[in-house]
C-alpha cells in the first residue's frame, strides 16, 4: 500500500492508523508492503547512501535508523510488530527526517527467528530517488537467521520506483533452508552468529563492487531465549571470529563486514523485553565503573561510525560498546557451580560444566581451525600470506618475544643468514651513561665480514648471477638499462680497481655526488669492498653544503657526473662540483682527484633543453669511462681484493644537519648495520626473492636509500628499480607507467609525493595496470588518512597491504597526546655509532640530556590519533635562519614549521630587514638565491613575511609558539602566556605583515 501526502499526520504514538494529508488513513497489514513516506530532504555524511535496517522494532536498530536517517540515509525498516514498527515511523519523523527518506517492510519472517532482517543496495536508474547513487555504498545490518541463493544474478536493491526490488523482498521474507548450513550451527550458534551469518550472505550478492558495509550486532537480549547463558555466550565469541575471516573474502568484493557488541542496554525497549531484574540493574550501578548500561543511541553512533566513509579503511573488526563492563559480570557467572552461590538471578545461571564442553567446542571450531569456515573448501587464504615471512600475528609475537627476552640470540640467528669471514658470539655491548664510563655501542665485536661481498659474491655463490639486480629507468621515457648480479659485481670489482689506483686505502672517505644512476651504486659498492667509507651527498645540494661535507670528512676524491635532468630542468652538477671544489681549496682542504660521469652523452634531453659544456681540469679530473677503460685484468685482482672488515669498522658516512646548523657526519658500522637492513628489508616488505620486484623512490643522499635502494634489498637478492626523474614528469602518471613496465610488486615512497600525485585526475592512475602490487610502503612521515584511502582504493584496488610506520613505547604501552623528547634506553645493531670525528659532540648531543638513554635530539609530538608527526626531509631551522641572516638586509629571521596540504609541513620565516627596507619581489628573490647557495632549494622557505620585531621574551628568547599560531592563520587561537614578552604589540604588527606575506613557492 502507498501513502500520499506531504506529511504523516500527528497522531498519537500509540493509534492503530497513520493519517495522510487527504485524511485517508492506512492500516498496516501483516503483508510485505512498502510505504514511501515523503518531506523535504535533510541529511549530512550519509546523503545519497541507502540504509537497510532489520527488525526496526529493537531499540538500538530503531535509534540506527533515526540517526542515519537524519543524517541523509535514504532508510529502508523492516519489523514484524505492526504496532512497534509504526512508532518506528513516527519517531523517525519526528526526529526530523525526511519522509522521501523512509520506506518500510513489515511482514513475519521465519517461526525461528530471534533477532531481525535488512540489506542495503543501489536504486534503479530511472527512479525518482536516482540521487541516492547508482554505486551501493552501504549497508546498516542487525542478525537474522536466514540464507540467500548464492546463484542469485540481481544487484539491485530497489527497483527504479525506489521500492525495494522483488527478488530481495522474497529473499528478505521467504529463504531457502540449507541442511548443510542449519546443522552446522543448530547446537552452539543459534542465536547470534547463524542469523547474522545468514543475513550477512543474503546482502552480499546485492553489496559486490559496490563498496557496501555490512555491521553486524551481536544481541545481548539474545539470552532471553535461554535459561542457559551458554549458548549465547560461545556465539558472541565466535561472532568475533567469524567477521575477521569473513571480512577477508568479502573484500574482494569491494564489501566491508565489521561487527559491533554491546553490553546490557538500559533503554525502554531493552527494560521491557529484558528478562534482567532489578537486582541486574542495582548490580550494575554498584560495581561498574560507568554505574550504568548502555544507551541504544550510544550503540547507534558505533554503527554509523563503520557504516560511514570515515571507517572505509576498516573491515574485520569488533567494537565492544560495553561501558557495563557485561563481559565481566558474564565470567562471574561462569564460575558458579551452585546456583546458591549466584549473584546474578536465576534466569542468567548456567552449569559450568555445559559452558566448559561449548567452550572446548568453539577452541576447536575457531582457534584449531585459524578461519570460520562458512561452507566447505571456503577459507581464504591468499598465497601471499601462505609465503610471507611473517605470516600472521601470532609470528610476528613470537619474533618480538625472542628480541625483547633474548636480543642476542635473535640477532645471531639473523647473523648466521649472512657471510662472516670469521664469525663472533658476542652481542650488543653498550654503554649509555657517561658517568659510568665511555660511551659505546658494539654488536659482534671480533667478527669480519664485508658487506659488498654478502650483496655480490655470496649472492651469487647462491645461484644469483644472471638475476637481475636493477633496473634503471631514466628521467625521460625509454631511458632504461638493466643490469645483473654478475654484471654489477664485474662494475664493482673494476671501480674498486679504480679507487684503489687513486691511492684510496681502508678507511679513507670518499665523496659521491651522483644523481640516482647505476654507477651511484656502484661507487658505493666499490667503496665498502676495498674498506673504503663512502659519503653521499644528495644531488640537490649546494656547492657550499657539498663544499662543508667534504671539508668536513677530509676527502680528497670526489665522484660526480657532468649533469642530469629532474624533469626539463638541467641540474649541472659539474659546475657545482668545481665550486665546491674550489671553497675547499680556500679552507685548506684540496681535492686531489674528480671522477666524472658523462651522464648526459648517454640519455635522452627533454625537448628544449640544453646541455653543456663539460670542462674538466688537467691533473685533478678524469671521466669515469676513461678510468675503467685503464684497468685491466691483472690489475683488478690486485687492486680489487676484498677487505674483510671488522665488525665496528665504519661503513659510511651521512650527514645531516645538526641543532646548531652545522651538518653532522652519522656514522655507521658494518656488521650492525649490515644485519639490521637485511632483517627489516626482509620482514618490512616481505621480500620475496625470486617473485618480487622492488621499488623504493629515495634518494641515495638520504638513509632511506642507503638502506632500501641499495644494501637491503641486494642483501636479500631482490630485483630492484632505481628511478632518476620526478613523478610528475612527463605527466603525473609516471610512478604508475613505472609499476606496469616493471611490474612492480612491493613500492616504497613518500606520502608527500602521495600527496601531490593525489591532487590530480584519476585516470592518471588508472590507465596503468598496477596490479603486479601486493604492499604499498610509506616513509618519512605519517600518512595522513585522505592519501592512504587513496592510496589502497585507487592505486592498490583495495587489495595492496599499505605499511606506515607507526611508535610505540618501549614496553607496548599507549603514549598520551602531547610533545616530548623521543629517546631510547638500549640500542639496536643498526644504531648510529657516532660523529664523524667528533665523538665527544655525539656524547654531548645524544647522551647528556638524559643520563643512562639515547636522546635523538628530535622533538616528537603525538597526537589524538595516535601518530607521531615527522616532515620528510628534516631541516635545521636554525640553519635556514643563519642563512637567511646572510642576506646585507636581513637583520634577524626566524623560521617555523607551518602545515601544508601536500608536503605535510614547510618552512615558513619572518624576517626583520634593516633602514625600514620593504619586503619586495625583488629582495625576496635575492634572500631566496642567499639560501639557494647556502644549503640548497630544497631549505627555500615556502613564505616569507616581513616583521618588525620577533616576540622575545625578557632573557632574549624567541617566542615560537606565537609565530607557529601566526604561521598557521590561527588568529583565534590561545597564545599562552605572553606577559613575559618584552613588546606585545609586536603580535598585533606581526598578524597585520601576515595579509602581505609573499609565498616564494606555488
Known sequence: MIWGGNTIGEEDEDDETIQDNNNNNHELTASNQIYPVKSPPIGSRFIGKVAIITESNCAIDRATAILLGKEGAKVTIHGTVEKELRETIVKMVRAGISQDNILVVQGVIENDQVNSAGAIGRQGNNSPASSISNKL??????????????????????????????????SLASRRRSSHFDSHFDTLFNINLKS???????????LEKQKGAVVNVSSFGGQQQFSDYAYYNTSRVALDNYCRSIAIKYAKKNVRVNNVSPGFITSESADEESTVNKFYLNWIKEHVPMARGGTAEEIAKVIAFLASDDASYVTGATIVADGARTPLILQQA??????????????LQFPSEKMSENLKKIKFDL????????????IFQPPTIKEAHISGLSKYQEMYNKSIKNPDEFWKSVAEKLFFEKFSEKGLEWNFDKRKGEIFIRFMNGSKTNIAYNCLERNIKNGLENRIAYFWEGNEPGDEKSITYGELLKEVIKFSS????????????VAIYLPMILELIVAMLACARIGAIHSVVFAGFSADSLASRITHARSRILITADGCFRGNKLIDLKSLADKAANICTLRGESLDNIIVVEHLKK???????QGINLKLEKGRDSTWDYEMSLQQETNQQTNSNVEWMEAEDPLFILYTSGSTGSPKGILHSTAGYMCYVYMTTKCSFDAQPDTDIYWATADCGWITGHSYVVYGPLLNGLTSVIFEGVPSYPDHSRFWSIIEKYRVTKFYTAPTAIRALMAFPEEFVTKHNCSSLKIIGTVGEPINPTAWKWLYNVVGKTKCAVVDTYWQTETGGHVGPGEGNLCFSQPWPGIMRSIWCDHERFVTNYFSAYPGNYFTGDGARRDDDGYYWITGHLLSTSEIESALALHPNVVEAAVVSAPHPIKGHFPYAFVVLSNDKRLTEELVKEIKCVVRDKIGAIAIPDVIQHANGLPKTRSGK?????????????????????????????????????????????
Open 196 to 206: 547474522i551469518t545468514k543475513l550477512t550472505r543474503l546482502c552480499v550478492p546485492y
Open 334 to 347: 561462569w564460575k558458579c557451580t551452585d546456583n546458591k552461590d549466584s549473584i546474578l538471578p536465576s534466569s
Open 498 to 509: 679504480v679507487l684503489r689506483s687513486k691511492g684510496v686505502r681502508k678507511g679513507d672517505v
Open 958 to 1002: 624567541i617566542t615560537r609558539r606565537i609565530l607557529r599560531k601566526i604561521a598557521e592563520g590561527d588568529k583565534q587561537a590561545d597564545l599562552g602566556d605572553i606577559s613575559t614578552l618584552v613588546d606585545e604589540t609586536i603580535i598585533e604588527h606581526l598578524w597585520e605583515n601576515r595579509l602581505k606575506e609573499i609565498r616564494t613557492t606555488g
Open 137 to 170: 555504498k552501504h549497508n546498516i545490518n542487525r542478525q537474522n537467521s536466514g540464507s540467500v541463493d548464492s546463484d542469485r544474478e540481481e544487484n539491485d536493491l530497489l527497483e527504479d520506483d525506489g521500492k525495494p526490488s522483488g527478488s530481495f523482498r522474497n
Open 367 to 378: 582457534t584449531n581451525g585459524t578461519t570460520y569456515q562458512e561452507e566447505p573448501g571456503e
Open 603 to 609: 640519455i635522452r634531453t627533454p625537448e628544449g633543453a
